[in-house]
C-alpha cells in the first residue's frame, strides 16, 4: 500500500471498518492512486506557473510573441529563451538608460549607454564629443565585442551547443522596445 492509501486507512474509524478487508483496501488504493495523480498535476501546473525552469517554454513563447521577429530561425539556447521571455515579461517599457540597461542584463547583456548632447555652454568640458542638434535623443549602447553563452548544468537541453554568441538578439529586443523619437546606435568592443 502507498503512504496515501495508508493515511486513509487510518481515518477510518476502526470499530466501524476493518481497513484490511480486501474490498476496502482496494478502494483505498484506487482513492490514494486518485489523489496522488492530482497531487502530481498540481505541482507540474505550479512548475508550468513560473517560466524560469523552462517547464513550458513554448507555451510561454507562443503567448508572448516570441522568438522576436528578427532572430527567428537562429539557434538559441535553452537559457537565452528563457531569459527572452523573462525579458519580455519585466519589459513592460521606459524610456530612462536605466531600463535599457536592465533590460540587456534580462537578456544576459552587459552593456552601458553613452548619450550624446549638443554643446551648451557650461555642459561641455574639454575631450567631450561635440555633436550637432540632431543627436539629442541619439544613445549608443556600448557591449562586449562578444558575448558568449555558455552552456550551464541543469539549464541546457540535450543537444544544445555548448557554446553560442552573437549580439543580434541584444539589437532586435532593444530596437523593438526603443522609444519613437530616439536613435540607438550599438559600438561592439572598445568605444
Given at each position: 500500500?502507498?503512504?496515501v492509501?495508508d493515511q ?5 474509524p476502526?470499530?466501524?471498518?476493518d481497513?484490511?478487508?480486501?474490498l476496502l ?5 484506487a482513492?490514494a492512486?486518485?489523489?496522488?495523480a492530482?497531487n502530481?498535476?498540481?505541482?507540474q501546473?505550479?512548475d508550468r506557473a513560473w ?7 513554448d507555451d510561454?513563447e507562443r503567448?508572448?510573441?516570441?522568438p522576436d521577429p528578427c532572430v527567428v ?5 535553452v537559457?537565452q529563451?528563457?531569459?527572452?521571455v523573462?525579458a519580455?515579461l519585466r ?5 530612462s538608460r536605466?531600463f ?13 549607454i ?14 567631450d564629443?561635440i555633436?550637432?542638434?540632431g ?8 557591449a562586449?565585442a ?5 552552456a ?23 530596437r523593438?522596445?526603443q522609444?519613437?523619437h530616439a536613435?540607438?546606435?550599438?559600438g561592439?568592443g572598445a568605444?
Amino acid at each position: 500500500m502507498s503512504g496515501v492509501a495508508d493515511q486513509l486507512r487510518a481515518l477510518l474509524p476502526p470499530e466501524a471498518y476493518d481497513g484490511a478487508a480486501p474490498l476496502l483496501a482496494a478502494l483505498n488504493r484506487a482513492q490514494a492512486a486518485s489523489l496522488e495523480a492530482a497531487n502530481r498535476a498540481g505541482d507540474q501546473v505550479l512548475d508550468r506557473a513560473w517560466p524560469d525552469n523552462a517547464a513550458a517554454l513554448d507555451d510561454w513563447e507562443r503567448v508572448l510573441g516570441l522568438p522576436d521577429p528578427c532572430v527567428v530561425g537562429d539557434d538559441m539556447t535553452v537559457r537565452q529563451r528563457v531569459a527572452a521571455v523573462i525579458a519580455r515579461l519585466r519589459g513592460v517599457g521606459g524610456q530612462s538608460r536605466a531600463f535599457f540597461i536592465q533590460l540587456a542584463a534580462d537578456l544576459g547583456y552587459e552593456v552601458t549607454i553613452t548619450e550624446f548632447m549638443p554643446p551648451r555652454v557650461g555642459t561641455v568640458r574639454a575631450g567631450d564629443p561635440i555633436v550637432g542638434d540632431g543627436w539629442t535623443s541619439a544613445w549608443r549602447v556600448n557591449a562586449p565585442a562578444v558575448t558568449v553563452f555558455r552552456a550551464v548544468a541543469g539549464t541546457t537541453a540535450a543537444g544544445e551547443a555548448l557554446a553560442v554568441w552573437g549580439n543580434k538578439s541584444l539589437e532586435c529586443r532593444l530596437r523593438a522596445m526603443q522609444p519613437a523619437h530616439a536613435t540607438l546606435i550599438f559600438g561592439y568592443g572598445a568605444n
